[in-house]
């Protein structure tokens, strides 16, 4: 079991919303770039979203405007807000630095949008 754990994921339908979280019980959080990452089968992890130390933000083209990253630092948790959800955002999705450290990585929560 890592430090990072994901919630949040389940099965919605196409069109539909999620919103992710990522307890990141860090000492470094607060002063740390945070990233979401996604994963799927026979795939590299795939980096979609990453917000800085500052607030900074930047995704990628596959979900850039529908997907929004957030972080409470006070909380030392992050957020992922899905909105029109397409099958293709089906994936293992995770939190992590970023870059990330590959000895931080958790379980992933599972995103799947099905008819």
């Known amino acids: 079991q890592g430090q990072l754990v994901e919630s949040g994921g389940g099965l919605v339908q196409p069109g539909g919303s999620l919103r992710l979280s990522c307890a990141a019980p860090?000492?470094?959080?607060?002063?740390?770039?945070m990233g979401w990452y996604r994963q799927t089968p026979g795939k590299q992890r795939e980096l979609i979203a990453f917000?800085?130390?500052?607030?900074?933000?930047n995704y990628a083209d596959s979900v850039k405007d529908r997907f929004n990253i957030s972080r409470d630092n006070a909380k030392k948790t992050m957020y992922l807000q899905m909105d029109s959800l397409k099958p293709e955002d089906t994936a293992v999705y995770y939190c992590?630095?970023?870059?990330?450290?590959?000895?931080?990585w958790g379980q992933g929560t599972q995103v799947t949008v099905s008819s």
């Open positions: 917000i800085t130390w500052r607030g900074g933000t």
């Open positions: 860090l000492r470094y959080f607060t002063s740390t770039s």
């Open positions: 992590n630095q970023c870059p990330p450290n590959n000895l931080y």
